[in-house]
């Protein structure tokens, strides 16, 4: 079993996190860690979403080749 979260779970510990520091009782020291922690959720998530822009944007020929759409 992988150990890698699913976005949508990444998501809500990135939320849990920006609700406790918008709480304001959190002493420094575990502000920032939460704050670190939060900033690589945040670089994972998005690079989860450009991932699956980058999938959404080939679509398949019918030769099974893939082809960038024209935006």
Do not use: H, P, R, Y
């Not at 520091?21 to 690079?47: C, H, R, T, W």
Request: charged fraction near 35%; proline fraction near 0%.
């Amino acid at each position: 079993m992988s150990d890698k979260k699913t976005f949508e779970e990444n998501l809500q510990d990135l939320e849990a996190i920006v609700a406790k520091l918008e709480n304001g009782d959190v002493a420094l020291e575990d502000a920032i860690a939460e704050f670190q922690k939060g900033m690589l959720l945040s670089k994972d998530l998005q690079k989860t979403l450009q991932e699956a822009e980058q999938t959404l944007v080939k679509v398949m020929q019918a030769d099974g080749s893939e082809k960038e759409m024209d935006a």
